[in-house]
Each structure stands twice: as C-alpha cells, then as structure tokens.
C-alpha cells in the first residue's frame, strides 16, 4: 500500500459529499415470488430499436428512459423511441454510447469516439473542460458535489475538479480501461478495471484486490456500492461481495459473466449476466437465475435499473430492451410448459390442483407450482375440451363435441351417440345437487345425465326458448338457470317445470354464457351484448361509465373483496359489486370499471370466448385465454401511486419542428399545427390517458383517450397555450399537466401597419380622386368651349355655305324665267353643280357627325377594296378621267380597323387630291400608296396637283378652314380626317409645295 498527495486530496473533496448516480429504488419484487410469475415485455428493431444489442438503460429525473446502443441513444417515453445519432447529432465522432448517469436535470454521457456529452434542456452538447483535455474514448463517470472521476478506454482515470483535468500516476490503473467507478457508504472509491481487478481508495490509501487474492476475475465489467457499506464486484467469472476487505463469492453465479450490478429495497441483489437475471436475497434465503426455461427471451443482458414505478428494465445484447414489471398476473404459456396457448376451460380439484383444457384436446394439471399433462386412453386429439366438472366422487368428466368422458383413476368410458346419447356436441357439464349431470349441448338442448343413463331431455319440445344452451346454473332451491343462444333464459324448477324468460323483444342475438348466482341469491346473466340483474320477472342491463368498441362478455367472477371479474375479449374487467347494486338502484349512475390487459401481464388480452373463469380456493382467479392461463391474485394486484410526469415534447408545423422548451413564432401562412405529448407511466403506457386544450381556441378541455398527438388548422393570428393533462394506467391524473407557448403571426394586410398603410392610401387616393375629378372637370369644361366654339363656327359657316349654293339656284331660276329659253340647259348645269356642291357640304357634316358619335367597329380590312370604292364614288369629279390613278397595296398578314373610318379618311383625301389637280400639268396623277402589317398601317395619298401655300399648312386641319373663298369645298374635310384619326389613335402629316403637289401621310395601329 501506497499514499499519494493526490488521492487524498481526493479523499478530502469526496468525503464532503454524496453520490448521486447509485440506484436505490423500491423494489415491487418480494424475493419469495418467482420472477418467471413476473409480467414480462420486450422492445426490439421492429419496435423502434435502433439496435438489438443495447450497451446501458436508465430513467433520467424527467421520467423519460434513456437507451443506449453502438448505434446511438434512444429517449423513450414507453410510446415511442427518440434517435439521436450522428444524422441529428453533427458533432458526434461515432453513434457508439456506453454510459447515461443522471445529475440532477442533467445527463452525462459516455462514448466510444465522442468524448463527454451533456444533455440538458432539451439539448445534446459535447462537454469540453478548461484545462486539459479527455480522451475521445470514455467507459464510466462518477459524479460527485466537487469532483468527477472519469474511466477511460485505454488510458486509465482521469479526475475533473473546478472544470481542471488532471490523472493519477498508480500502475493498476494506468494505461488500462476503467469499466466502472463507484463510492461506497463510506466514501471510500472503489476502480473496476479491465484485467487489473478493482482498486479501493480510502483516505489517500488504496489497495489492490485481484484474482491473487480472492477475486473471482479480473476483467471487471460492474461495480455497485450497497447502502450499507458492501461492494459488489461483477466479473467475467462471477460475483464478489467484498465487506470490509473480506471477498465473498456468490455460488449461484460462479463461472458466469456479470454485466451489471442493481440492489431493491428489500435488500435483493439483482445481476444482468450473460446466462439471464439473477437475484439473491440472503435475508429470505433465496438465489434464483431466471433464464430462458421459465421464460425469460434471452440469456445475455447487458444493463440493469429500476425505475419509479417499481418495473425492472434490461438491456440485452441480442434481444434488445426487456421490462420486467410485478403486476399480480401471471401468464402460462407454451413458453413455459403449457400444452397448448388456446385455453377453453380450468376447473379445480379436490386437492386444489388446477385442470386446464385446452382446444387442442389436451388437459394440463397445475400442481405445487408445476405444470404436468394428463395422460388419457381415449385422447382427443384437436378436438377441444368445452368443459371439465370433477363430481362428488373424484370422478373427471370431460365435455367435446365427441361426447363425454368419464376417467376414475385409469378408467375411462365414453358416451357418445353410438352409445345412445341423443347428442354429443357437449359445451357445459354441471353436478346439481342430486348428484345429476346436466349436460348443456350445442343443437339439443340439456340432458340430465346419471349413472350412465339419460334422465331426461330439455329442448324447445318442452320449454326452451332454444336447442343451442351455452350455460347451467343451479341455485339453492334446486332451480337450474338454462342461458341459450337466442332463446333467452329458461328455469327449471325441481319438478321439472320449465319457464323461459325473454332478455328483450329480440332475443335472437343474445348469447348468455354465463349466469352467476352469488350467495345472496342474486342472479347476474353475462351476454355478448352486455351483463343482466335478474329479479326472477325482469331483466336490468348495467350499465357502464366506459365501453370498448366491440367488447364482448364472458363470464362473471366474485372474489372476497368484493369485486367482481368480467372477462371479455378485451381484457378482463374489475368491477365493484357496491358500484352495481347502485346501479340496479339508481339508473342515473354508472359503474366504474378497471381493465387488465396485455400492458398488466397477460400474454393476450382476449379471453378465450364463451368459457368460464374459475376463482380457486387460494383466492387466484384462473382465466381461460387465446394466450394461455392468465391467473390474478386479487390481493397482489398493485396500484400506480406515480402521478406521471407530463410532456409536450414537440410542435410540427407545416415546415418547422419545434421543440416545446420555449415561445414559437409560426408564419402566417402555415394551416397544420399537430402537438405531440406524452405521460411518462412506463408501467402501461397503452392505457395513459390525456385531455388537452388549445387556450385561444377551443372553449373547454377535450378528451384525447390514449391518443398522443393532435392536430389543428388553419388557426388565425394570434398568441395561443396548448395545455395537456394525462394520468397514469390507473388513472391517477397529472393535475398540473403541461403547457406551450406560441404565437401565430399575422399575415401583412393583418397587421396594425398595415391599417396604418392602408389609410394613408385610402386619404392619399381620395385626395389623388378629387384632383383627378378636378382636372377632369377643366378638361370638360375646356372641351366644352372648344365645342362652343366649334359650334358658333360651324353655324356660321354652314349658314353661309349652304345659303351661298341656293342663293345661286335661285338667282339660275330667276334668270331662267326671264331668258327665251335658249340657255335652258346651261342654267340647269350650272344649278346641278351648287346642288353637288351643297350635297357635297351635307356629306361632309354627316361624316363629321357619325365620327363623334358611332362606336368604333374592329372589322378585318382589304385596303385595295375599299380604295377602288372610293375611287369609284368619286369619278364624278374626273369624268374624263384626265387624271392618272396609281394604287399601291404592299403588305402581309390580316390588319383590322374600322372600315367606315378608313372609308371616310380615303374619301376626303382623294377628293381634295382630285379637286385641286392641276390640269396644266402634262402628266397629273393621283398615288395612294399603302404599307401595312399586323400592328400598323401608313397610307400615303400622293398629287402634282395645286399644291398648298407654306402659310396654310399650319391650319388646313382647323374646321371651315379655306385658303381663300376661291377654292372650292366647305372646309370640313381636312377637319374630320384630323378628327377620325383621333379617333382611331392615328396620325396625319402633310408635306406640299405650291404649284408642284401634295403629300398626305396617315399612320395608324391595327385595332
């Protein structure tokens, strides 16, 4: 033995506190009850696992069960598991992890290629200290108030004290892998190594303990520090107790691999071993390996803890993650003897033993604990046993559908139809008090059965409501109650008088299976619609608080205690006979009812169907079931006294997850919202029930059932809480619950600024409205005295123009009446050319008037068409046809315009072209030339005709304009080809030089 300055520096900082990791919980396992009667469940891959082969298990102080695997760690809630690996998790070297220790709110944990990682809101970081550095590769951790003790892969222990790493220099634990690391009661340390055995430090001294001096092994796999001083050493060889230096191996586990290490509170050791769960107690005196032969799933476990509901959680090396949980039922299966799962009947013996038949054809004896099978000369082979009634004598009789058997000691007879029975479809053998038989049949109804001889028969020829009878039932006056299929119940009194009873109206789809008569005389009929209070008139259907959506009922059991046990393909129910006679009394009440399924220890939850459950002179109620022999223990049937903690663990919106640590904000656009909670009762998470509430939203709490999750949409804007509540499998409710926080943002138009926005527009668009009505107004106003204008214009001139032309038809008559008649035809072509010219006049203020006020016609146009019709109309003023006419039409494509228009521009320019040529010259023509496409036309009227003054070409466009009275025409012409093309959002030029012509161009879009 050595002292070092730094181990008892060390001693000093642990003595002043307390470990905080060691597992001390009560236990729910009496030492004296086998575990293979414990309720068993198992998680593997196909569950959620990331991995079979788990590396530790432990409950965190938030309730959730942390898993750790080669592959990553697991949170599980009982419901689901959470991954976090290397896809989720950045920083992570590897997704190996060894170790979870627990310290306070926080996790620490170990890993093979990651350092130190740290858990904690909510969070996974990876733990780096201020001086000094850890390897990658950590096996174990010790916590304490001041220090950690640090167990490394390969490079022995390590110490952390004010966030300051340093490491001891002593052989045994240097350069080694450290497995674990635990304080004892007595503050001392104790260092599991990886083939160096186990060091002790104490007050700066250490010792040395290996296979040398008393150690089962060296290879060190698990460490645990009892509350009363003892250390418990796992090795590759076995289990070592050392107490005050003195090593004691545990014989049970001699030779065989401990993995981990746990104790109770009833002072048992439990060990995780690679050949399956061990427990010893040496206060009771007990040691029992619990392996694959009475049931366990597998042999290696690799980690061991209870949680704060008493159930006991493993972790294996091949079978993933395994529960162990004391529920007060038990299960015997195939898989732990039983012939055959489908169980129809058990009845008890005499001796108490229990005969179990099965649908097989084969009978089970349960007897001192043990499972043994009955042999029979007549086997059954697949034909199922309906019912098994041992008589006054000891004598067995067994019910098929092949008839029924009698077995006293080796003998057995056989009574079938061949021996004269009138059927053998038997369902229900029941001694009455005579000593009689009645045999219930499934197509024959009741036969009374004695001394190998039929007494009498019972059908719908004397009384039954129906052949098929399903239950028999003797009360203590003698009466036989008769349940049928669809036939109601029937009474036979003791001289044979029989009176049927119907349940309802219609009784065709009522099953009794079982009537009950408990010791006060009542009678209770169980159906597959539900359960019935027979008053010996009346049927009285019980009602229940809850029902199961397709429940269906078998059988009726009372114990002592005054409960009663319903089974039914769902589970089994408890109820309370002070519930149902309330019931029967007061029809506004309801019966509360407890259900016991597969979360409480059956193997399968479904009652094998019209059979009957037996209550056994221990108080155990056997239960007949499609998974076996399910047996409860009224008396050990364990409460939940855990309120469960409650989580809402996330918010999953329509493009975000949120994790419910603290405030969200959604966007304005997202419709889904689905809210994912839990309750953290691992005992039976399947039968967890919540209520939730979404403030902001809805008015009152809503049932949720065992649903997990929920979903809103479309919530408007705004701050909402989501609250949950949940309760336990016993319903023992969280009151407190949980809530989240989040807000809804508006979307922009519902936003205070953007009502702010919107009136500022609002004022700047009625102040942009008026002063657009303003202008627009002046503009009226300015058109209108230009109109006024026009008009006073245009009354003078066409006063004047058309007064000018009959002033000179009157002055031609007048001449004409005084001539001798000679100048006839001269004074009538004179006249016909002022009526030209003021039909001329007219046209032109026609065209003026359809412009402003016809509607714009979008028509496809051929340019040549309507120019030659122009052309046409206008011959008249070129009857000698002295004037050469050029068309040119160049384009492509269909344009489309008002034809009307376009007539009335062409016609006003080649007039004037043709009224102002200049016959002087040697060659006078008149050119329209036309380019046009799909978008735009430009047409050009081209004369070497008269040609118009520089002075005049500013104004020949104004209304009534005319160069000088000389020159024919009223002055409208240019003017409405100006305003038309206005109107069709053209544009008119013109180019002219006196005595050498003019050129008109217009251009103008395709409508």
């Not at 029924?404 to 079938?416: A, D, S």
Request: glycine share 8%; with cysteine.
């Amino acid at each position: 033995m050595k002292v070092y300055r730094f181990w008892f520096v060390l001693a000093q900082l642990l003595l002043a506190t307390v470990t905080v990791w060691a597992q001390q919980r009560p236990g729910s396992f009496p030492p004296t009850k086998p575990l293979s009667q414990s309720s068993i469940d198992q998680w593997t891959g196909d569950d959620g696992l990331v991995s079979n082969n788990l590396t530790s298990v432990i409950q965190g102080n938030d309730g959730f069960l942390w898993v750790t695997a080669f592959n990553g760690l697991l949170r599980f809630d009982g419901y689901r598991f959470e991954l976090f690996d290397r896809e989720n998790t950045p920083f992570l070297q590897s997704d190996a992890f060894y170790q979870t220790v627990k310290e306070g709110d926080k996790l620490w944990l170990t890993t093979q290629a990651s350092g130190i990682i740290v858990y904690e809101n909510n969070i996974l970081k990876p733990y780096k200290p201020k001086e000094g550095t850890l390897p990658s590769s950590i096996r174990c951790l010790l916590i304490t108030d001041s220090v950690m003790l640090v167990g490394s892969n390969n490079n022995g222990l390590y110490l952390l004290q004010d966030e300051k790493v340093s490491k001891p220099e002593y052989e045994p634990i240097n350069n080694t892998s450290i497995m674990a690391v635990v304080q004892d009661a007595h503050k001392s340390i104790w260092v599991g190594t990886n083939g160096n055995g186990v060091v002790k430090i104490s007050n700066g001294v250490f010792s040395h303990y290996t296979s040398k001096n008393g150690l089962s092994g060296d290879v060190i796999n698990a460490l645990y520090a009892a509350a009363d001083g003892r250390v418990l050493v796992g090795s590759t060889s076995g289990l070592d107790i050392l107490d005050d230096g003195r090593i004691t191996p545990v014989s049970l586990l001699q030779n065989i691999q401990v993995n981990a290490l746990t104790m109770d509170s009833y002072g048992s050791i439990w060990a995780a071993t690679e050949r399956g769960l061990a427990r010893i107690n040496e206060t009771a005196g007990t040691a029992e390996l619990f392996s694959k032969p009475q049931g366990l799933p597998t042999l290696e476990l690799t980690s061991i803890t209870f949680d704060k509901e008493g159930s006991l959680w493993l972790g294996t090396s091949k079978a993933g993650l395994l529960r162990l949980k004391d529920t007060g039922i038990i299960t015997y299966s195939e898989s732990n003897g039983l012939s055959m799962d489908l169980v129809n009947i058990i009845t008890e013996g005499k001796k108490g033993e229990l005969y179990i038949g099965t649908d097989g054809g084969t009978i089970d004896v349960f007897a001192n604990g043990k499972l043994s099978k009955l042999t029979l000369a007549h086997p059954l082979h697949n034909i199922g046993i309906r019912d098994i009634c041992i008589d006054r004598n000891n004598v067995l009789w067994i019910g098929s559908y092949s008839g029924l058997l009698r077995k006293q000691g080796n003998q057995e007879t056989v009574y079938n139809i061949s021996t004269g029975m009138p059927a053998q479809d038997i369902r229900r053998i029941l001694e009455d008090k005579d000593g009689n038989l009645w045999l219930a049949t499934r197509g024959s109804g009741a036969i009374v059965f004695s001394e190998g001889n039929i007494k009498a028969t019972y059908n719908r020829d004397n009384g039954l409501g129906s052949n098929y009878v399903l239950s028999v039932e003797q009360d203590n006056n003698g009466t036989i109650y008769i349940g049928t299929n669809g036939g109601g119940l029937s009474l036979i009194d003791p001289t044979g008088k029989v009176t049927t009873h119907s349940i309802t109206d219609d009784d065709s789809g009522i099953l009794v299976f079982n009537t009950h008569i408990d010791e006060q005389g009542s009678v209770w009929l169980v159906a597959n619609t539900g359960m019935f209070y027979f008053d010996g008139e009346n049927f009285t259907k019980l009602e229940l608080e809850h029902r199961v959506k397709g429940e269906s009922y078998f059988d009726w059991v009372e114990d002592s205690a005054g409960n009663i046990w319903i089974t039914t393909n769902k589970g089994i129910l408890r109820l309370l006979k002070a519930d149902v006679i309330a019931n029967i009394q007061n029809r506004d009440t309801r019966i509360k009812t407890k259900v016991y399924n597969n979360y409480d220890g059956m193997k399968n939850k479904e009652c094998t169907g019209a059979t009957r459950a037996t209550l056994a002179s221990t108080g155990e109620l056997w239960i007949p079931t499609i998974g076996g022999a399910s047996v409860i223990h009224p008396n050990q049937i364990i409460e939940n006294p855990v309120v469960p903690p409650v989580y809402i663990t996330r918010l999953i919106t329509d493009e975000q997850e949120f994790l419910t640590s603290e405030e969200a904000y959604i966007k304005s656009d997202n419709i889904r919202y689905t809210f994912q909670f839990t309750s953290l009762s691992l005992v039976a998470p399947g039968q967890n029930q919540f209520k939730f509430m979404l403030e902001g939203f809805d008015k009152q709490w809503i049932d949720g059932g065992l649903e997990r999750e929920t979903s809103y949409t479309n919530l408007s804007p705004g701050e909402y809480t989501f609250k949950v509540t949940a309760s336990n499998n016993d319903e023992l409710w969280n009151t407190t619950g949980a809530e989240f926080h989040f807000r809804v943002r508006p979307f922009f138009y519902e936003t205070t600024w953007f009502y702010i926005l919107l009136a500022v527009l609002l004022v700047a668009s009625l102040l942009g409205i008026y002063k657009w009505r303003i202008a627009d107004i002046e503009k009226r106003n300015s058109e209108l005295r230009k109109v006024n204008s026009e008009l006073d214009k245009f009354v003078y001139s066409a006063s004047h123009d058309l007064r000018a032309p009959l002033a000179s038809v009157l002055g031609l008559v007048n001449v004409a009446r005084l001539s001798d008649g000679k100048d006839i035809p001269l004074y009538l072509d004179l006249i016909e050319k002022s009526i030209q010219r003021l039909d001329g006049f007219i046209r032109d203020i026609i065209d003026f008037s359809r412009n402003a006020r016809l509607e714009i016609i979008r028509e496809e146009v051929s340019f040549k068409t309507i120019i030659y019709d122009v052309l046409d109309d206008l011959r008249y003023l070129d009857e000698k046809s002295l004037i050469r006419r050029i068309v040119t039409v160049n384009g492509t494509g269909t344009f489309y315009t008002d034809p009307r228009r376009l007539k009335i521009i062409l016609s006003n320019l080649i007039s004037n072209a043709i009224k102002y040529h200049n016959l002087r010259k040697e060659n006078p023509f008149i050119e329209v030339r036309v380019d046009y496409d799909d978008s735009q036309a430009i047409v050009r009227v081209i004369d070497n005709g008269a040609g118009i003054a520089e002075n005049h070409l500013l104004n020949i466009f104004k209304m009534f304009y005319r160069a000088n009275e000389t020159i024919k025409g009223s002055g409208l012409g240019l003017y409405i080809v100006s305003e038309t093309m206005e109107k069709l959002k053209g544009e008119i030029s013109v180019s002219s030089k006196l005595d050498e012509g003019t050129t008109f161009t217009v251009s103008f879009p395709a409508l």
